[in-house]
């Protein structure tokens, strides 16, 4: 995934009512820019790191500005903007990266399904197979050498992980792939010291047949790329 445009540099100040950050440039002037991140982003936003943002020539923007990544004092990158998350998942499955999603006709994005009111961030579906559900999840908290999801409590992930339980008990195949937008982070975990009971979620899903991927990139001003599996570790 390339950036439409180049990205420019600034210096984080805050980051303030989750969707806005004020940052500054080299002349010291200082501005606001948008934020697309409802995280925690814990050890993603720490005040004086690098800043990499786009600029949006929509003129009813009120922020035309949008944090992109953040580059950390360890040299890290990190990806910032969850929207990417699902189109980086695509190119994952469609590049072949996770042999295991192979051999599907189609991939479809965002469609309903669940008793919930859900939404499956990519549908796989060929006529020769069941269908494949996979809930797509940024990861960017590095903790003691090891990359973690949640970064806060996420009702929101229990609820996707019983609507994937759900779609095995009708048949099909149910996946969590975990995309992780964080350079320094080469496996993954469920976040025990933060969401308990996410994480137990996480094995009891396991155990009743829930797939669980995690897909490293690397990232840079220029864009994200999507390079190779990583290890998940599910027990304590």
Not at 14 to 21: M, N, P, S, V
């Amino acid at each position: 995934m390339k950036f439409t445009s180049p990205l420019k540099s600034a210096t984080l100040i805050r980051r303030y009512k989750r969707f806005l950050a004020d940052v500054e440039l080299e002349d010291g002037s200082v501005f606001t820019l948008h934020c697309a991140n409802t995280g925690a982003m814990t050890g993603c936003a720490t005040p004086g790191d690098t800043v990499w943002y786009s600029t949006s020539d929509n003129p009813k923007r009120k922020y035309p500005c949008s944090w992109e990544l953040t580059q950390t004092a360890a040299g890290h990158f990190i990806g910032i903007n969850t929207a990417n998350a699902n189109t980086l998942a695509q190119e994952a499955v469609e590049r072949g990266i996770l042999a295991e999603l192979d051999g599907y006709g189609s991939l479809r994005r965002e469609v309903r399904y669940g008793v919930e009111n859900s939404r499956i961030d990519l549908l796989l579906e060929d006529k020769r197979k069941p269908a494949c559900y996979i809930e797509v999840k940024s990861c960017t908290l590095l903790h003691q050498g090891l990359g973690y999801f949640p970064d806060a409590v996420t009702a929101r992930g229990q609820k996707h992980l019983r609507e994937l339980m759900a779609m095995l008990d009708q048949g099909h195949r149910a996946a969590l792939l975990f995309l992780v937008q964080h350079t320094g982070i080469d496996q993954v975990s469920p976040a025990d010291h933060i969401d308990s009971a996410y994480a137990a979620l996480c094995r009891e899903a396991a155990g009743r047949g829930v797939e669980f991927y995690a897909v490293g990139t690397e990232i840079s001003p220029d864009g994200i790329t999507v390079m190779r599996p990583l290890p998940v570790h599910l027990t304590l």
